[in-house]
């Protein structure tokens, strides 16, 4: 299985201040279609996950700017550009490229 | 709009059955995978399998491999989550997810309790 690696696990931020979970795979992620299935979620307590981006850096319909994501090959990063109280909650790396699809650890962000 | 409607929460006792659904709609049930995630009391998301419910064919993460079964009525759109015989560690939260190539949706999730 491919093991997603998230650092920190713990992320505690001050109110408009930038965030950035690292999220690195134990093999590389480019499907053979040429794409990498590599997706940030965000679960906030008591809900479902939601889907923030896909395919690296693509923002999921719905989800405010300040997020982005960035990498390629097994190294990841999401980013918060001023963290607002609704980004409390935990977030989670996915990849869906190949069997079985791994999720990272999580990653609880919580503020300061 | 894709939505993804779980059956709701279930309590059980250890050794007894259980199937749960998943009711997809707003778009073509077989063109996408589907799958269920499982998520322990206060632990992260663990991916159980997936199954494309155009042929069936499940792929199981390793560790639930003959634990449970996945499958899906195309008929009706809903994939399923069955246990043959349930214990106490089956207790958690079971997602319904299906991933897309730009985009993937969530249902709302059923709690199974297992206690006798």
């Known amino acids: 299985d491919i093991v997603m690696t998230q650092t920190p696990l713990s992320s505690p931020v001050t109110l408009g201040q930038p965030a950035s979970i690292s999220c690195r795979s134990s093999?590389?992620?480019?499907?053979?279609?040429?794409?990498?299935?590599l997706s940030w979620l965000q679960q906030r307590p008591g809900q479902p996950p939601r889907l923030l981006i896909y395919k690296i850096s693509n923002r999921f319909s719905g989800v405010p700017d300040r997020f982005s994501g960035s990498g390629a090959g097994t190294d990841f990063t999401l980013r918060i550009s001023r963290v607002a109280a609704e980004d409390v909650g935990v977030y989670y790396c996915m990849q869906t490229t190949h069997f079985p699809y791994t999720f990272g650890q999580g990653t609880n962000l919580e503020i300061k | 709009e894709v939505q993804l409607v779980q059956s709701g929460a279930e309590v059980k006792k250890p050794g007894e059955s259980l199937k749960i659904s998943c009711k997809a709609s707003?778009?073509?049930?077989?063109?996408?995978?589907i799958g269920w995630v499982r998520q322990l009391p206060g632990k992260g998301l663990e991916w159980m399998g997936v199954?494309?419910?155009?042929?069936?064919?499940?792929r199981y993460s390793p560790s639930f491999q003959g634990q449970v079964t996945i499958s899906a009525d195309k008929s009706i759109s809903t994939a399923y989550l069955q246990w043959s015989s349930l214990k106490a560690s089956d207790t958690a939260m079971y997602y319904c997810?299906?991933?897309?190539?730009?985009?993937?949706?969530w249902g709302q999730g059923t709690l199974v309790t297992v206690s006798s």
């Open positions: 997810a299906r991933p897309g190539w730009n985009d993937e949706y």
């Open positions: 093999q590389d992620l480019v499907h053979p279609d040429g794409d990498t299935y």
């Open positions: 199954i494309p419910p155009g042929d069936s064919n499940t």
């Open positions: 707003g778009y073509s049930f077989t063109s996408y995978y």
